[in-house]
């Protein structure tokens, strides 16, 4: 099994900051893709960043420039470096761990971010 652990969501005005982490535990691997989607009510979640075993980062269009995504390998953890937030940010954020070996996605629990204008 894997537990995916995330923290450091919110409530931030626009333009601020927030960093969000995910900490995997259990059947994993230091290498294994992991990445953040976005949920708002509603609606189907939505690729936000991914970064791949070898530190490969893929963006949405709406955050290229503004978020980075990055991985501590040692800490098997994940983080989402959130910058010049804005409302339309504001979402549950969703942090996933792909076992490809398993064909199989863990997800995280949700984080709320909320980006007030």
């Known amino acids: 099994q894997v537990q995916l652990v995330e923290s450091g969501g919110g409530l931030v005005q626009a333009g601020g900051s927030l960093r969000l982490s995910c900490a995997a535990s259990?059947?994993?691997?230091?290498?294994?893709?992991m990445g953040w989607y976005c949920q708002t009510a509603g609606k189907q979640r939505e690729l936000v960043a991914a970064i791949s075993s070898g530190g490969r980062t893929n963006y949405a269009d709406s955050v290229k420039g503004r978020f980075t995504i990055s991985r501590d390998n040692a800490k098997n953890t994940v983080y989402l470096q959130m910058n010049s937030l804005k409302p339309e940010d504001t979402c549950v954020y969703y942090c996933?761990?792909?076992?490809?070996?398993?064909?199989?996605?863990?997800w995280g629990q949700g984080t709320q971010v909320t980006v007030s204008s």
């Open positions: 259990g059947s994993i691997f230091s290498f294994n893709p």
């Open positions: 996933y761990l792909d076992r490809i070996d398993w064909n199989r996605r863990y």
